[in-house]
């Protein structure tokens, strides 16, 4: 089974500090994801990746960068973290070829800034 | 450009009651179909997909059918559990072109004992 893990589940930081959220998957999966979710909101796509070192702003990129230095790692960076940044942050992975591209999730981070 | 909707939430029902979550997608081509469960605390995972027209994608008692000529993926369960409490997100992929999917905005689903 796949599995993609993310390094915190809860994660509190005051407002102006940087944050780093990692995600690794164990599937040689070559595409990685990083989204939001809000009550009301849904899903909404931050950044993705399609390859190591490439990456690709999503919907709402503001505020936020990204680093894929290893295929199986991909990490959100909050330059300067902000209240408005509180939310549910969720990584997922797929494959590129010989698939439908599901999708797999890691268990989210729940992120409070204060 | 692609979207999916689904009905608004929540819906309550009673165990073993009869479930409809509607999903209607708008989409060029031949798009495949996906259904995926968040249980609370957790992230989402696959529950069933459907990859052409007339396609029944099931699992866990759930069944959805890929309906090209309305532009539906309505998930059912014949009898659901308070386990079954969760929201669930209808989706959407191009077949051969972007692998970024369309979601939907969830359901959420409360089962009571």
């Known amino acids: 089974d796949v599995k993609v893990t993310q390094s915190s589940r809860y994660l509190v930081k005051r407002t102006g500090e940087k944050v780093f959220l990692e995600c690794v998957q164990d599937m040689d999966h070559e595409n990685m994801f990083w989204y939001r979710q809000d009550p009301g909101l849904g899903l909404r796509l931050i950044y993705f990746s399609y390859d190591v070192k490439m990456k690709e702003k999503g919907d709402i990129p503001e505020g936020y960068s990204v680093s894929r230095e290893k295929k199986e790692r991909f990490s959100l960076i909050l330059e300067s973290a902000s209240t408005n940044q509180t939310s549910m942050y969720l990584c997922a992975s797929s494959l590129s070829l010989g698939t439908t591209y599901e999708q797999y999730f890691g268990p989210g981070t729940r992120l409070t800034v204060t | 450009g692609d979207s999916v909707t689904q009905m608004e939430g929540p819906v309550t029902l009673s165990e073993e009651a009869f479930l409809t979550i509607n999903c209607t997608y708008t989409a060029t081509g031949y798009p495949s179909l996906f259904w995926y469960v968040q249980y609370p605390g957790e992230g989402l995972q696959l529950l069933l997909k459907?990859?052409?027209?007339?396609d029944k994608g099931s699992n866990k008692g759930f069944e959805a059918t890929y309906r090209k000529e309305t532009t539906s993926f309505h998930l059912e369960k014949g009898s659901v559990q308070v386990s079954d409490s969760a929201v669930y997100f209808c989706?959407?992929?191009?077949?051969?072109?972007?692998?970024?999917?369309?979601f939907g905005r969830g359901t959420s689903l409360i089962v009571h004992p």
């Open positions: 459907a990859t052409k027209a007339d």
């Open positions: 989706a959407l992929n191009q077949q051969g072109g972007s692998y970024i999917p369309t």
